[in-house]
């Protein structure tokens, strides 16, 4: 998959996942399970020169642990952060292993019991 662009990395990791489908939200692509946002691309976004993908974490605590902890792969996104997502910065050469479980971490804390229940990812 490396001649991929990381938009369709981001798109591949998402919609691999149960259930999931990709919507424009803000002007940005997301995805979503049962209705509910779990990941978003944004590149430039609002003009910040970032390439990410914002993912949901447990909270504030493991965002900021995380952010804390590797600065140049994570960030608190606009608007998002303020409720526990980060940004993962995914131009260049990002790990991509790393990128898609957040991605699947992210999917899991959106998804529906039911989902969970049958197994999940």
Known sequence: MTDLSPLDR????ALALPETEEKVSHGQPTFFVADR???QFRADHQGDGLTMVCVKTSGTDEQATLI???PAV???PAYLGATGWVGMNVAGDPDWALVE??????WELAAPARLLEAGGR
């Open 10 to 13: 981001v798109r591949a990791a």
């Open 37 to 39: 946002q779990f990941a």
């Open 68 to 70: 804390e902890a590797n």
């Open 74 to 76: 994570y960030s608190r």
């Open 101 to 106: 479980d957040r991605i699947a971490r992210s």
